[in-house]
């Protein structure tokens, strides 16, 4: 959507008056039809004309390109180029990117996989760290083994110690930022759950699948958005298989956003007593 004002103009799209009622700015020179809602891949591709498709994209940007999802639009685009002129809405960096840490997405040069996650990992807040690292992994088909040679390629860089612990953390189940909270707060209570995404099935039957949890335990524990306590449909058919999983012997602890923002203690307490009930030593 991102178009260079002067290329419309020379390939006769538009004219000089069209171009500024029509249009608006998004940066010098680059523009989207007026009232546009830029998201991050729109202002990535915007990022990258202003800098005359010199740069690549980094960062945020990066991982927008590469599939990545929950990235909010606020956050400005990011680029890496030499070249330092900065302008409002881009964060520039200069950082060394070898041969094997670039790519192309829709024709733009891109950090991989593996760089933007050894970026996006090592920047301040583990928590933000792992939400983004996570999104990566599910989006993409990079695997964290990938990463670690980075550490040892870039020595001296910031944030390596984060990185490492970020890594360790991180895991490619997550469907939701919410999801990666929970599964972090179990883990700050020793109990990190062995796997994410079961699926569980009943004679060759599937039945369901379940956020994470501990299948040598038939212990799991979903993560119910917004719509599983406000859509009598979904509400319905979680009260359904919910059934189904008892009658497997399964126990699932069900959590939403309330009791994970507010009553942390209340959830690790649920689910320990679950773990307990089914045979776990804790």
Known sequence: MPFLGTEALAAGKLNRYQLRTRCDPVFRNVYVPRGAKLTPVDKAVAAWLWSGRRATVAGLSASALLGSRWIDAKHPAELNQPSQHRTTGILLHCDTLWADETCLVRGIPVTTPHRTAFDLG????????????????????????????LLDRHKGV???????????????????????????????????????QIE?????????????????????????????????????????????????GWRVVRVGADLLRHRQGTVVARIRAALIANGCPM
Do not use: C, N
């Open 122 to 149: 090592r920047r301040r807040g583990v928590e933000t760290a792992v939400i983004r690292v996570d999104a990566l992994l599910r989006a993409t088909e990079l695997k964290i083994p990938e990463v670690r040679p």
């Open 158 to 196: 910031r944030g390596v110690a984060q990185l490492r612990k970020v890594l360790d953390l991180a895991d490619d189940g997550a469907e939701s930022p919410q999801e990666t909270r929970l599964r972090l707060l179990l883990t700050s209570a020793d109990m990190r759950p062995s796997r994410t």
């Open 200 to 248: 569980v099935f009943d004679h060759g039957q599937f039945v369901g699948r379940i956020d994470m949890g501990w299948p040598e335990w038939k212990v799991g524990v979903q993560y119910d958005g917004f719509q599983h306590w406000t859509d009598p449909t979904q509400r319905t058919k979680d009260i359904e298989q919910d059934v189904e999983y008892r009658d497997l």
